[in-house]
């Protein structure tokens, strides 16, 4: 199975502030990555697909990169309602791995 | 607009078993592969089965052991999981997400359900 690797684990930030989280694939994956965000008592919601592809109604502030194995979620200007867990995801092959989360919290 | 609802989760002895099902709406649901994913307590996303548009593709997650199926009825708009030999480790809410489009790879997770709990307790 492939490993999806997250850091960091949590993170504080303050409103404004440019968010970085990270996501390894234990192996090549092309650009078969996911983002979602989870907010507390609430099903995940999809952000971003196929590395870098904004989901719909998706505001422009997260966006998605990748070098090689390492993938990137950027939130450019953190707002108050980004409090969540981010997750990433591979759908290059089954089993559909997740990370094990990243919680964001504003200071 | 889409729509999936979970049902079927409740309290279950151990190695009792449950069927999920999701009943979905507002898409053509014979044009999409289903999944479901859980999560257990406090814990991360753990994806648990695929199965395709049509039915004929299935695959779950293999420290399952054989004891879950995913299935769907196309007709009735319905995706169901059904889970044998339940234990503790199963515990978990567990939600049906849509794939994103009707055609490529699967597993671009962009509808879900609200989820539903099973748990798993003597």
């Known amino acids: 199975d492939i490993q999806m690797t997250q850091s960091p684990s949590s993170l504080s930030a303050s409103v404004g502030d440019r968010v970085t989280i990270a996501c390894r694939a234990s192996?090549?994956?092309?650009?078969?990555v996911n983002w979602y965000q989870q907010k507390p008592g609430k099903a995940p919601k999809l952000l971003i697909y196929?590395?870098?592809t904004l989901q719909s109604g998706v505001p422009s502030r997260f966006s998605g990169s990748e070098s090689g194995t390492e993938f990137t979620l950027t939130i450019s200007s953190l707002q108050p309602e980004d409090c969540a867990i981010y997750y990433c995801?591979?759908?290059?092959?089954?089993?559909?791995?997740f990370g094990q989360g990243t919680k964001l919290e504003i200071k | 607009q889409v729509q999936l609802v979970e049902s079927g989760g409740g309290v279950v002895q151990p190695g009792r078993s449950l069927r999920l099902s999701c009943a979905a709406s507002?898409?053509?649901?014979?044009?999409?592969?289903m999944h479901w994913v859980r999560q257990a307590p406090g814990k991360g996303l753990e994806w648990v089965a695929l199965?395709?548009?049509?039915?004929?593709?299935?695959n779950h997650l293999d420290s399952l052991q054989g004891r879950f199926t995913i299935s769907r009825d196309n007709a009735k708009k319905t995706l169901f999981l059904q889970m044998n030999s339940l234990r503790a480790e199963d515990t978990a809410v567990y939600y049906c997400?849509?794939?994103?489009?009707?055609?490529?790879?699967?597993?671009?997770?962009?509808?879900w359900g609200q989820g539903t709990l099973v748990a798993v307790s003597s």
């Open positions: 997400a849509r794939d994103l489009a009707t055609t490529g790879g699967f597993g671009e997770l962009a509808f």
């Open positions: 196929a590395t870098s």
């Open positions: 995801q591979q759908s290059y092959s089954s089993p559909y791995t």
């Open positions: 507002g898409f053509t649901f014979s044009a999409y592969a």
């Open positions: 192996q090549t994956i092309d650009s078969y």
């Open positions: 199965t395709s548009d049509d039915g004929r593709l299935s």
